[in-house]
């Protein structure tokens, strides 16, 4: 016979005591299961939920009741930046927990920790007052603080059963760095103190993410609460301040010069160009540009970051290795870096070098409306972008993508971070590779981009190759695989053309985009002018056949369909209005 299970409820616990059914909305969630025996069914849970114990109770079942299951899932630790700060642990002493009041005047502050006490914190006032009421976490030093997870509390020893399930629907966080200065976390688009979600449940945790702050003191100010009343559990997320060294103004490139032996010999540019530059040991010939008004500045990431694949906003990437302390290079938003260009110059790559595809790693996040720019820069000083990517793009390292052409002449790679406001954010570059070993169609992004980045196209002579002279791309510019992955920009803007074709260089400067506009409005125009002939034609023809045939004309009858069928006879005054 077969044994299986039709459909089933899900419930989820962290101490193995207190339960709650999982719900999508306001029902509980029926997950459906197997329609035969073998038949292996992948159910997803809409909305990830916070548990240390999992329970499956079947519904409906045929013959018997048999299941075989396996859950996926991930730590909360898994995410950028989100290490338990030790409430849980217990690394925090219960001396830097504190209350505005507490209910049971005898009781220890640890209750208040996430799910190491089966109690939690209740103020005294049964009946409190929004926003006056708080719980406080010292965390010693300062820190990175991104998340904050909450949970209900089970109610005090002797208390009824309905005080067990107390819990906070929404509140405040506020935060300060000596404990006397707070400043609440604030709504970007409203101006005002963010409200953040709750707990719908006394003993199921929930996650809330934010952006990035620096501090030591951590307030939460409960708004709304269950019927019970206020009872709350918590931990901190976050993780260490990175140290911060200033990268030198003064580190020059250092290109060893090879003597040529033969005319087909080409010259050879500094060993770093072929090697991906991780920062870990040098700049690998990478400078400050000594004309632009700030720095980058070489961070080292800390030793005890963790995190897996995508990498977090304060861990440095280092290429095939799960060791993430080490070094890139950093530029934060503020006063002192506002509409400020910070350029970081390359060696000189040689000419006839390439083509190459320059690969890099960023972080590109905040709400400074942060731009990164990738120039190449000739021997005139004069600076062309290839790439560019502006705005906030997340707390994760992405990978970008240019094509660096061969030129006659040497040349040098810029990468430029900017901000136009003096609001948090930060730009961050790491593991740099110049490399002659990708196929040009690797180095490209699959889909078309927009081409809004980039202002002033410029022409660049960049020699005869036959690679970058394709006549049949004409309207693009570029041919269609060369283009920048991760930007929101177009293929890059550089135009490249020979000597015999610069009179019509301004042809190959033309973005698709606007070339099919310009073809369209002159098709347009010369449709109107067709039309207005035709019509002119038209008139005369009538006119004239109305003084030389006005007899044959009286003797024609136009029939005219509007739902009725009816006859009309056309007079030679109003031939020519009539038509």
Known sequence: KAYYVFTFKLEVSTNGEDWMIYRHGKNHKVFHANADATEVVLNRIPQPVLARFVRIRPQTWKTGIALRFELYGCQ????????????????????????????????????????????????????????EEWLQVDLGVPKMVRGLITQGARGLEGSSSAENRAFVRKYKLAHSLNGKDWNYIMESKTGFAKIFEGNSHYDTPEVRRFDEIVTQHIRVFPERWSPAGIGMRLEILGCDLPEITTLPDTVTPTVPKVEQTTSAMRPATSPSLSAVCDFEKSLCGWSADPHSGVSWTLHTASSGSSGHGTHGTWQDLSLGSDNFSGNYLHLDAGSHTQRKKARLLSPEVGPERGPLCLLFYYQLQGEAQGSLRVLLRDNNQEDTPLWALKGDQGPHWREGRTILPQSPKEYQVVFEGFFDHPTRGHIRIDNIHMSNSI?????????????????????????????????????????????????????????????????????????????????????????????????????????????????????????????????????????????
């Open 76 to 131: 909360i630790t898994d995410a950028p930046c989100s290490e338990l700060q030790g409430m849980l642990s217990g690394l925090l002493p219960d001396s830097q927990i504190s209350a505005s009041s507490m209910r049971d005047i005898h009781g220890s502050m640890g209750a208040a920790r996430l799910m190491a006490s089966k109690s939690g914190w209740y103020p005294n006032p049964t009946q409190p007052i929004a926003g």
């Open 439 to 579: 196929e040009l169609e690797q180095c490209a992004q699959p889909l078309p981009a927009l081409t809004s980045g980039i202002p002033n196209r410029k022409t660049v002579d960049l020699g005869n190759d036959p690679a970058f002279n394709h006549k049949q791309h004409i309207n693009g510019g570029w041919p269609p695989f060369f283009s920048t992955p991760s930007s929101n920009l177009d293929p890059p803007s550089v135009t490249l053309v020979s000597e015999k074709d610069k009179d019509n260089a301004w042809l190959y400067t033309l973005d698709p985009i606007l070339l099919t506009i310009i073809v369209m409005s002159s098709l347009g125009v010369l449709m109107g002018a067709v039309c207005a002939g035709l019509l002119l034609y038209c008139t005369c023809s009538y006119s004239g056949l109305s003084s030389r045939s006005s007899t044959t004309l009286e003797n024609y009858n136009f029939e005219l369909y509007d739902g009725i069928k009816h006859k009309v006879k056309i007079n030679q005054q109003r031939c020519c209005s009539e038509a």
